[in-house]
């Protein structure tokens, strides 16, 4: 069974840092790229990152680019998004969701399968 989990969310002051995981079971990342969303009370969900599974590319929405960075650990199956000098307008539920297209990653909600339930994280003084 896939599964998708995040973990790290949490209430962070502005400037502050955050490391958010998502662990991944049921299949390999070998195999599947792995992507990062968030969604704002009132707003769209947006793409963040994501992570090709061919040579490890990465995208990051220019929003975050700069402060923001996707990495995984083949070993243990698991995806991060280190979250660096954290804005009030970051504050949102963070998604992770795998998609099984091969090459460049994207952040188009259609090219992916499976989501996970969620980590919040609230910038705020």
């Known amino acids: 069974q896939v599964q998708l989990v995040e973990s790290g969310g949490d209430l962070v002051q502005p400037g502050g840092s955050l490391r958010l995981s998502c662990a991944a079971s049921g299949f390999t990342l070998d195999y599947y790229a792995i992507g990062w969303f968030r969604q704002a009370p009132g707003k769209e969900r947006e793409g963040v990152s994501c992570i090709s599974p061919s040579d490890g590319g990465t995208y990051y929405a220019d929003s975050v680019k700069g402060r923001f960075t996707i990495s995984r650990d083949i070993a243990k199956n698991t995806v991060y998004l280190q979250a660096n000098t954290l804005k009030p307008e970051d504050t949102a539920v963070y998604y992770c969701?795998?998609?099984?297209?091969?090459?460049?990653?994207?952040?188009?909600?259609?090219?992916?399968?499976?989501w996970g339930q969620g980590t919040q994280v609230t910038v705020s003084l």
């Open positions: 969701a795998a998609s099984r297209l091969w090459g460049p990653c994207g952040v188009g909600f259609s090219e992916y399968d499976y």
